[in-house]
C-alpha cells in the first residue's frame, strides 16, 4: 500500500489540530464555572470561533476527511452534554410543558406559576423562566417535549433528542451540498464545528435543530423537485417540512409564499395539513394557544440593533415592532415576486426577521446556520460568533436578577456583521453586473 499523498498527511494534521484545540476550548467553557462570565468566557468562545473559522475556510474538496470531521464533532459535544445548563434556562420550560402534557392538560391554558399546576411542580420549578407567561412553543416543539417526558422527563433526555436533530441535519445538509456541487468537507465543518452550536445543543440544551432538520429537509426535497420529474407526494412533503421547521418555531413559515410561487399549490396542501395535524390536539386552548406569543412579540427585548433606528423614526417601540413586520413583509413579497428558491428565500426571510428583530438571543442565529454553511457566508459565520457577546451580562444576571446590554455590547456585535454584509452584497451586486 502506497503512503498517503502529503497533501492528505497536511490536511488531516491540521484538521486533528484544529478540530482537538476547538475542543479543549469549549471543553474549558463548559467546565469552568459560570463565574468565568464576562471576559475568561467570551475569550474562550473567541478563540474557539477563531480556531473553527480557520477550519471551515480551510477545508477543501480534497482528500476525504470526512469522517474525522464528524469524529472531532462528535466529540466537542460529549465533552459539554454532562453540563447542567448555565447560560440559558429554557431546557426547564421544555421539561415543564412535556411534563404538564404527560399529567393529560393542554400546556398553552395555564403558565407554569398557575395555582391550577401547583400539584405538578417539580424540583426544577424554580428555574423556569417568565413563569407568569404561558408557553410560547408551537405543536411540534410540544410533541418533543412530551417524547422528553415519557423518556423520563431529564436533561439528558432532552439533549439526546436536540443531538440526534443535530447530527442528522449535517448529514442532509452533506446531502443538498452533493446535489448541487458544493464543498461536502466546508460544509460538514461549518455546520458540525460551529462553537454557538455546540454550546447551545451540548451545553444549554436548546431545541432549534428540531426545526432546522425539518428545514434542511425541505431545502433537499426541492433539490429533487426541481432536477426531476418528481411525483405529487414529493412537492406535498416539502410543504409538510416546512410546516414542521415552522410548528418548531414560526419564523420559517415566511418562506412559504416563495415556495408555493415557485412550485404551485402541492407545497400549500401539506403545508396546511401538516399544521392542521399538529394543532388538532392542543385546539382546545382556543385563542390561549398564542398568549405567550402575543407576550413575547409585544415586550421582549435582547441585544437590539438594527431595530433601534426604527425605534428612533417612530419614537414608539410598538410602532417600530410593527414597522419591522412591515419591511419583513416586504421581503417575503419581494422573495415571492422574484420565485427565488428556498434556500434563498430562507436566507432572505430569516435574515431580514434576525436583523430587525427587537429580540437576538445567541441561539437565534442558528436558524441561518445551515444556509451559512451551504453558501459559505462570511456575514452570517461572522454573526454566528458575534452572537455570544450576548453573554456579556450573565454574571450580573445571576447576582442581581437584571441582564446589562450596553451599548458598545451591541455595537460591537452587530456592526462588523452589517459591515461585512454591506461588503459581501456589493461585491455580489458587482459579480452580477460583470456577467452581464
Known amino acids: 500500500?502506497?503512503?498517503?499523498?502529503?497533501?492528505?498527511?497536511?490536511?488531516?494534521?491540521?484538521?486533528?489540530?484544529?478540530?482537538?484545540?476547538?475542543?479543549?476550548?469549549?471543553?474549558?467553557?463548559?467546565?469552568?464555572?459560570?463565574?468565568?462570565?464576562?471576559?475568561?468566557?467570551?475569550?474562550?468562545?473567541?478563540?474557539?470561533?477563531?480556531?473553527?473559522?480557520?477550519?471551515?475556510?480551510?477545508?477543501?474538496?480534497?482528500?476525504?476527511?470526512?469522517?474525522?470531521?464528524?469524529?472531532?464533532?462528535?466529540?466537542?459535544?460529549?465533552v459539554l452534554v454532562p453540563l447542567s445548563p448555565e447560560?440559558?434556562?429554557?431546557?426547564?420550560r421544555y421539561l415543564w410543558d412535556g411534563t404538564v402534557q404527560l399529567s393529560g392538560i393542554n400546556p398553552y391554558l395555564h403558565a407554569p406559576a398557575a395555582e391550577a399546576l401547583a400539584h405538578l411542580r417539580t424540583s426544577y420549578h424554580g428555574l423556569i423562566n417568565?413563569?407568569?407567561?404561558?408557553?410560547?412553543?408551537?405543536?411540534?416543539?410540544q410533541v418533543a417535549f412530551l417524547l422528553i417526558a415519557l423518556a423520563g422527563s431529564s436533561l439528558v433526555a432532552a439533549k439526546a433528542l436536540w443531538l440526534a436533530c443535530d447530527l442528522a441535519t449535517a448529514a442532509v445538509l452533506v446531502r443538498i451540498a452533493r446535489a448541487t456541487g458544493r464543498n461536502e468537507q466546508r460544509v460538514l465543518v461549518l455546520y458540525l464545528w460551529s462553537p454557538l452550536l455546540v454550546v447551545e445543543v451540548a451545553w444549554s440544551?436548546?431545541?432549534?435543530?428540531?426545526?432546522?432538520?425539518?428545514?434542511?429537509?425541505?431545502?433537499?426535497?426541492?433539490?429533487?423537485?426541481?432536477?426531476?420529474?418528481?411525483?405529487?407526494?414529493?412537492?406535498?412533503?416539502t410543504g409538510a417540512a416546512l410546516a414542521l421547521s415552522a410548528l418548531t418555531k414560526f419564523a420559517p413559515a415566511a418562506?412559504?409564499?416563495?415556495?408555493?410561487?415557485r412550485l404551485g399549490w402541492k407545497p400549500l396542501l401539506g403545508f396546511v395539513f401538516a399544521g392542521v395535524l399538529l394543532y388538532a390536539p392542543y385546539a382546545s386552548a382556543g385563542t390561549a394557544l398564542f398568549t405567550g406569543l402575543r407576550t413575547y412579540s409585544e415586550h421582549w427585548w435582547f441585544m437590539k440593533g438594527p431595530f433601534i433606528v426604527l425605534?428612533?423614526?417612530?419614537?414608539?417601540?410598538?410602532?417600530?415592532?410593527?414597522?419591522a413586520a412591515a419591511i419583513v413583509i416586504g421581503v417575503i413579497g419581494w422573495t415571492a415576486s422574484r420565485r427565488y428558491d428556498l434556500e434563498r428565500t430562507l436566507l432572505w426571510v430569516l435574515g431580514a426577521g434576525m436583523i430587525l428583530t427587537p429580540?437576538?438571543?445567541?441561539?437565534?442565529?442558528?436558524?441561518?446556520?445551515?444556509?451559512?454553511?451551504?453558501?459559505?457566508s462570511r456575514p452570517w459565520i461572522l454573526l454566528s460568533g458575534l452572537a455570544f457577546i450576548g453573554y456579556f451580562g450573565l454574571s450580573t444576571y445571576q447576582e442581581v436578577g437584571m441582564w446589562p446590554q450596553p451599548g458598545w455590547a451591541r455595537a460591537v456585535m452587530w456592526l462588523p456583521f452589517l459591515i461585512l454584509l454591506a461588503i459581501d452584497t456589493a461585491r455580489h451586486r458587482h459579480a452580477l453586473g460583470e456577467r452581464g
Not at 426545526?211 to 434542511?216: D, I, P, R, T, V
Not at 405529487?232 to 412533503?237: G, K, P, Q, Y
Not at 418562506?255 to 410561487?261: I, N, S, Y
Request: aromatic fraction near 8%.
Open 1 to 78: 500500500m502506497s503512503p498517503p499523498a502529503p497533501s492528505a498527511i497536511t490536511t488531516r494534521r491540521a484538521l486533528i489540530i484544529l478540530g482537538s484545540v476547538e475542543l479543549i476550548l469549549l471543553g474549558s467553557l463548559g467546565w469552568s464555572s459560570s463565574a468565568a462570565f464576562p471576559l475568561t468566557g467570551l475569550a474562550l468562545f473567541a478563540a474557539a470561533f477563531i480556531v473553527y473559522a480557520t477550519a471551515g475556510w480551510g477545508a477543501d474538496s480534497g482528500p476525504d476527511q470526512r469522517r474525522l470531521i464528524w469524529v472531532l464533532a462528535i466529540a466537542m459535544r460529549l
Open 87 to 92: 447560560l440559558s434556562d429554557d431546557v426547564y
Open 130 to 141: 417568565n413563569p407568569s407567561v404561558p408557553t410560547i412553543y408551537p405543536p411540534l416543539a
Open 205 to 237: 440544551g436548546h431545541l432549534e435543530p428540531l426545526g432546522m432538520l425539518a428545514m434542511a429537509l425541505a431545502m433537499l426535497l426541492v433539490t429533487r423537485v426541481e432536477k426531476t420529474d418528481s411525483p405529487t407526494w414529493v412537492e406535498t412533503t
Open 255 to 261: 418562506a412559504l409564499p416563495a415556495l408555493v410561487r
Open 311 to 323: 425605534e428612533w423614526i417612530t419614537g414608539d417601540p410598538l410602532l417600530a415592532r410593527r414597522a
Open 359 to 376: 429580540t437576538l438571543h445567541p441561539w437565534y442565529v442558528l436558524w441561518m446556520l445551515p444556509m451559512a454553511a451551504l453558501r459559505s
